[in-house]
């Protein structure tokens, strides 16, 4: 999917929401002033929402969901030069360009809507021949990943932004019947020195 979002416009959003694992809502409210890209870290304090009509900036989710991550390198460089393209935007549109502050934005600076989001990343997914998935499911993708990669649960869950690990292990019970024979297979070789 990322390769097919190469050169998007908003090719970083998506590297975002499947690197950091972050909700649609903790990626479409993600403000300039929540990210650091010197020191390569970002808070998520707020989220985009539709609340009665209207887009608005509220409260995550939990109190859990309120923290800081570290970005990856490739991450940082790509939230670079999503900047220098929204600034290449803001200069085109001069008077029309509307300032929310917004990482992720339409091309006048307003606040993105969910459906065209959506919308989006089916366009990216079919280009991609991978199956129709939910935006979600990039979050889900990123824990499955880490999961992967050997990361303890309690460190995807402050990732994740749980509020309770009990919620990880269980929305991802099914990636760790696969960890337990990796880990099995470990033990034996550890034992068995082959």
């Known amino acids: 999917m990322l390769h097919a979002a190469k050169g998007e416009r908003l090719e970083a959003r998506f590297?975002?929401?499947?690197?950091?694992?972050?909700?649609?809502?903790?990626?479409?409210?993600?403000r300039w002033q929540?990210?650091?890209?010197?020191?390569?870290?970002?808070?998520?304090?707020?989220?985009?929402?539709?609340?009665?009509?209207?887009?608005?900036?509220?409260?995550?989710?939990?109190p859990g969901s309120r923290r800081a991550l570290p970005v990856p390198p490739s991450v940082v460089l790509a939230l670079r030069e999503h900047r220098r393209n929204q600034l290449e935007e803001r200069l085109a549109v001069g008077p029309l360009w509307q300032d929310s502050g917004l990482v992720f934005t339409t091309t006048i600076g307003t606040p993105p809507d969910a459906t065209n989001v959506v919308r989006h990343c089916r366009a990216i997914l079919d280009r991609a021949g991978l199956p129709r998935m939910r935006y979600h499911d990039l979050r889900h993708a990123c824990a499955s990943l880490?999961?992967?990669?050997?990361?303890?649960?309690?460190?995807?869950?402050?990732?994740?932004?749980?509020?309770?690990?009990?919620?990880?292990?269980e929305v991802y019970a099914h990636v760790l019947?696969?960890?337990?024979?990796?880990?099995?297979?470990?033990?034996?070789?550890?034992l068995t020195g082959s």
């Open 146 to 169: 880490l999961l992967a990669q050997g990361v303890k649960l309690r460190t995807i869950m402050e990732i994740l932004g749980h509020s309770q690990l009990s919620t990880t292990a």
């Open 34 to 62: 929540d990210v650091d890209l010197e020191a390569g870290d970002l808070r998520v304090r707020v989220a985009l929402q539709r609340v009665k009509g209207k887009l608005q900036l509220v409260e995550p989710k939990t």
């Open 177 to 190: 019947p696969a960890l337990q024979g990796d880990a099995a297979n470990r033990m034996e070789a550890l």
């Open 15 to 30: 590297t975002v929401a499947l690197t950091l694992g972050l909700r649609q809502g903790e990626t479409l409210g993600l």
